[in-house]
């Protein structure tokens, strides 16, 4: 595991929801009220791009067809059976990093 820089604080403020890449792999990483927190960004359903969906609180909402998932545990709203990877997240500066394999 290792931290890797993926985009800056102005990037994203509060309340936003973004999509980074790190080499091949996508990347869902929003701010909830000033906590921010990394998801695997590709959806389990049928590989929606989480990162373009929306964020509601907590949820990550799937842009395809509105599977939501709580970016704090990955797990799906309905059925916690059905998860995402979380990263963990850390700040240097301005700058975001993710924990990433
Ligand atoms: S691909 Fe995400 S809900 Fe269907």
Wanted: hydrophobic residues 40%.
């Amino acid at each position: 595991m290792s931290f890797h820089p993926v985009c800056t604080l102005g990037q994203l403020p509060p309340g936003a929801l973004t999509e980074v890449t790190v080499g091949e792999k996508l990347i869902a990483i929003c701010n909830v009220e000033g906590s921010l927190h990394a998801i695997d960004g590709l959806c389990p359903h049928r590989g929606g791009s989480l990162g373009q969906g929306a964020l509601h609180g907590k949820m990550v909402v799937c842009p395809w067809h509105a599977w939501e998932f709580d970016c704090t545990s990955g797990s799906h709203d309905y059925n916690p059976s059905i998860k995402v990877a979380t990263y963990a997240v850390k700040m240097d500066g301005e700058d975001i990093l993710v924990d990433l394999p």
